[in-house]
């Protein structure tokens, strides 16, 4: 099996690249961010850690995480970002490995992993290769606005907690260039696959 990291800065277009790779071949796909976010719901390993590192002001009225209150408080704060991936990531690292094996034993040929902090958590070194979903920062800024309301200043402040575009194309071996649009994105996969993988 192939085990591919699909990463890239927010916005960028990991989520449209994962959605196109399940259609079209034969793969396993899981994205951490929605694992993380299983983790944390009411009864998941990382509820009761998380609501004793913010206390009960960032839980909603349906007893789950408010997720904007907490995004307002990390992304302006490193320490405290850094303690709730402390709670997170070692949970997170955890199911994946799990469900990694076990699509290797059912005999997929692929495996796809996104994730936005795959080289700071050095996933090269267990992944057999890494991908960069690449997009003009004023692409990401103008999409992320229109499709998830975000402002310019939450933009900012991600993109403020994650890796250069430099530091991403360093460790990636394929860059997809996804500042077009997603048919131009596909056909750039499409003909990496067959010369990687024929
Ligand atoms: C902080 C939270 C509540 C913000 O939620 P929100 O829905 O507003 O934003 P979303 O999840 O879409 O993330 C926005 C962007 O920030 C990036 N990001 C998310 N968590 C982190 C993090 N811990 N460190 C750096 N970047 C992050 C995402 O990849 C994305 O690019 C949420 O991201 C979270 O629970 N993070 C902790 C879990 C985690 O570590 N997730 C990352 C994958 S392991
Ligand atoms: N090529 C494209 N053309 C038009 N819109 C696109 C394209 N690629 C992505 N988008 C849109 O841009 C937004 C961000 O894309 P997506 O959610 O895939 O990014 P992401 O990298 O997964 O984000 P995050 O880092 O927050 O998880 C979405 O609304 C998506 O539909």
Redesign the pocket.
Known sequence: MHYIGVTG???CGKSEVLRFLEEEYDCEVLR??EL??EL?LPGGCCFEPVLALFGEEVLGTDGQ?D??A??KK??GNPEL?DA??QI??PA?REEIARRVEAARKSGRKFFFLE???LIEEKYDEICNELWYVYAEESVRRKRLAQSRGYSEEKISA?MA??LSEDVFRKHCRFVVDNSGSMENTREQIRSYMRSAFH
């Open positions: 800065g927010v916005g951490s961010d993380a976010r944390m995480f997720r904007q907490i995004a990390v992304f970002l709730l991936n997170t990531h997170v994730a936005a902090l991600v907690n994650q």
